[in-house]
Nanobody
């Protein structure tokens, strides 16, 4: 079993930055792909960014390319999402997820472990 705990969310003005962290328990984190998802009120959950277990295979949703960066530190069992130039449309609850796949899957069903979510609110 693996437990994921997100932190780093908050309220920020448009154009600002936040860094989300996802701390994982257990020893299998390095062999799992990690991803960040978000869900805004009234909208479906969407993939924001995903990274394979080697850290070399990364994908982003088009709306965050050039602004967000996903990373991982397997020595700390932690994944990160650096979010720059935030926009009001980035407001959502952000979730991290991990799954026993080597590639950065876009399918939520491929991720077995999910955090509780952290709120990100961007004011205009």
């Amino acid at each position: 079993q693996m437990q994921l705990v997100e932190s780093g969310g908050g309220l920020v003005q448009a154009g600002g930055s936040l860094r989300l962290s996802c701390a994982a328990s257990g020893s299998h984190f390095p062999s799992h792909a990690v991803s960040w998802w978000r869900q805004a009120p009234g909208k479906e959950r969407e993939l924001v960014a995903a990274m394979g277990w080697t850290g070399n295979d990364i994908k982003y949703t088009d709306s965050v390319k050039g602004r967000f960066t996903i990373s991982r530190d397997d020595t700390e069992n932690t994944a990160y999402l650096q979010m720059n130039n935030l926009k009001p449309e980035d407001t959502a609850v952000y979730y991290c997820a991990a799954g026993p796949t080597h590639y950065p899957s876009s399918y939520s069903s491929h991720y077995d472990y999910w955090g509780q979510g952290t709120q990100v609110t961007v004011s205009s």
